[in-house]
């Protein structure tokens, strides 16, 4: 048996319940009025605490009678809206061919798409499980780990797992994820010894040695990239002293920089490396890492390319497998099976008056049913 959902109205339903990332509450409430109907088991947990938390998770199963598992992941937290949109951000309206609202795209409307393909996809042909956070645009701490731990204890485990993020460039189907770069912020603090600027003997200033620490940084090239991954890139991304005045030389200066790489490296190693590079200009530096994620990869096989197929089945479009942009909870999701990651075009995600084509939730309602068939067969 097979039901119908409206994957506009959905989305609609979705998009007009405020959702700021960490998320909680209503948003939540609207996505299990449309599944609980469908034959799905719907499980919520608040976890964490502030600032970062509390955080809203949403695990969904309907056991099928195939021997399959198929698994489909999302966030429904987004970013704030920000202040000049042409409407309310989140008073969902249709003007012409798009729909307007924040999470149009990333990622409410993929979201109501997958439950629209999932009504329409029998119950009996396979297990289908929803992974659903409302911490992903945030420090993600309390979201799909914990999600994780929840799906390990209570046995869930799929077989592949798509993430709807909007992955399509120019138009929709044109792209899709295979893996992602790693993700490092790391810190340095190079203490020195405040003083009058003129008795420097009297004083250690600490800005000719961060100098010497970040000009050695940028000397260094980490690789030329691989086959399915571009060159990691190290980046700065401040320096501050925080010194008013100008007869003073600073007690302490610090920097940060931010790493993109690849999967050649781990991100502890890159932390290491830095605080060698540092510790050998001064040996009393401070070096804090925080890693977001570690490179991951799902190299080309039968997950892609069933996506593939569904995606030219509908469009007559030939994906792109890549793993340009920023990270996603893909990160954490590749520990239990093959991922990739496929979703509308990304145009307007994170920007003033986000939409979505209408026709293109439809589209890919279908994809997202082709994918259903094919994984679930």
């Given at each position: 048996m097979t039901h119908h959902v409206?994957?506009?109205?959905?989305?609609r339903a979705l998009i007009a319940a405020p959702s700021v990332t960490p998320a909680t509450g209503a948003v939540f409430d609207a996505l299990e009025a449309a599944l609980t109907p469908l034959g799905f088991t719907v499980e919520r947990f608040i976890d964490g605490?502030?600032?970062?938390?509390?955080v809203e998770n949403l695990l969904a199963v309907r056991t099928g009678k195939g021997p399959k598992h198929f698994g489909f992941a999302g966030h429904l937290d987004v970013v704030p809206p920000g202040v000049g949109w042409t409407g309310d951000a989140f008073a969902p309206e249709i003007r012409g061919e798009l729909l307007y609202g924040r999470g149009a795209v990333d990622m409410k409307g993929s979201i109501a798409a997958f439950v629209a393909a999932a009504a329409a996809t029998p119950a009996e042909a396979g297990t289908i499980s929803l992974i659903i956070t409302g911490d992903e645009e945030g420090?993600?701490?309390f979201g799909t780990r914990a999600l994780m731990e929840h799906m390990d204890a209570r046995g869930v485990k799929p077989d592949m797992i798509v993430v709807g993020e909007p992955t399509s460039v120019s138009k929709l189907g044109d792209m899709v994820k295979i893996g992602r770069r790693g993700s490092v912020n790391i810190w340095i603090d190079v203490p020195g010894t405040q003083g009058h600027v003129a008795y420097p003997h009297l004083a250690d200033n600490p800005i000719p040695k961060l100098v010497k620490i970040l000009t050695a940084i940028d000397t260094v090239s980490l690789d030329a990239g691989t086959d399915w991954f571009q060159p990691s890139n190290i980046e700065f991304t401040d320096i501050e002293v925080g010194n008013g005045a100008t007869n003073v030389i600073p007690a302490s200066a610090r920097a940060r920089l931010s790493i993109r790489f690849n999967d050649r490296h781990r991100g502890a190693d890159l932390?290491?490396?830095?605080?060698?590079?540092?510790h050998d200009v001064e040996p009393n530096a401070r070096v804090v890492g925080k890693i977001s994620g570690e490179a991951f990869l799902t190299p080309p096989g039968d997950l892609s390319a069933l996506v593939a197929e569904a995606i030219h089945a509908e469009t007559g479009?030939?994906?792109?497998?890549s793993t340009t942009g920023g990270t996603s909870d893909a990160r954490f999701l590749h520990a239990l099976c093959p991922v990739v990651e496929f979703g509308l075009t990304n145009a307007t995600m994170h920007k003033l008056d986000e939409a979505v084509a209408v026709q293109d939730l439809r589209t890919l309602t279908a994809i997202y049913q082709g994918i259903l068939i094919r994984a679930l067969a």
């Open positions: 409206d994957p506009v109205e959905l989305a605490i502030e600032p970062d938390g509390p420090p993600a701490i932390v290491a490396m830095v605080e060698r590079i540092a479009v030939t994906p792109e497998m």
